[in-house]
Each structure stands twice: as structure tokens, then as C-alpha cells.
């Protein structure tokens, strides 16, 4: 799993990011300080075993919840994060809200 050692991202960026965090720790006690970062890469065996179904933002924290449950072992690699240099976020103020809900329906065993 990649960790972002070095993010050049605007201020409300990072504010966003913090009270993710957080959140997420609250909720998962995770050891990592990058829910988020990319790439992801697996064995086949660990991608039969943790089945993601995640189609939108959540995959990466998916990852992370599963490898946890699974008790499957992270390695970590830390990277710079650039800032974008052309083109445009998908990402909207809702984002945060299915990050949210979706963190929920983890954290009460739905999914």
C-alpha cells in the first residue's frame, strides 16, 4: 500500500482528509496513516480472500478494512502525492457524505 509521505494538496484538501482520518480511526483503529493512498497491490489469493465489491471512492478503505478482519499482513511505501497538474477531482461535496455512510455499513458489520 502506498502512503503518501508528502502531499501537495490545497489547505481545505488536508482539513477534509484530517477529519477523515479521524474518523476512521475512531471507527477501525487502523494502524495506517494513508487510508487512501494508491496503488494496491494483492496476491491472488488475498483477492479471493477479501472479495472487494467496492465500485467508487470507498475500494482503498475496503482494502484496508478486509486486510484487517482477514488479518492479512499491509506492507507500506511511502510516496510523494504531486499535486493534480491538469484535469479536474471527480470528487464533490457528497463525496465525504458516501465516504461516511459507507464507513458506517462497515463499522456495523453489513458489509
Known amino acids: 500500500m502506498a502512503v503518501r509521505a508528502v502531499r501537495n494538496e490545497s489547505k481545505l484538501r488536508k482539513i477534509q482528509t484530517a477529519i477523515y482520518y479521524v474518523l476512521f480511526q475512531a471507527m477501525f483503529h487502523t494502524p495506517y496513516k494513508d487510508i487512501n493512498g494508491t496503488p494496491r497491490l494483492m496476491s491472488r489469493r488475498a483477492a479471493e480472500i477479501l472479495k472487494l465489491q467496492s465500485h467508487d471512492w470507498f475500494l482503498e478503505p475496503e482494502f484496508v478494512i478486509k486486510s484487517m478482519r482477514y488479518k492479512l499482513p499491509i506492507s507500506v511505501i511511502e510516496t510523494v502525492w504531486e ?11 457528497w463525496t465525504g457524505l458516501e465516504f461516511f455512510k459507507n464507513m458506517i455499513v462497515y463499522r456495523v458489520g453489513l458489509k
Open 83 to 93: 499535486a493534480r497538474r491538469s484535469g479536474m477531482s471527480r470528487g464533490r461535496p
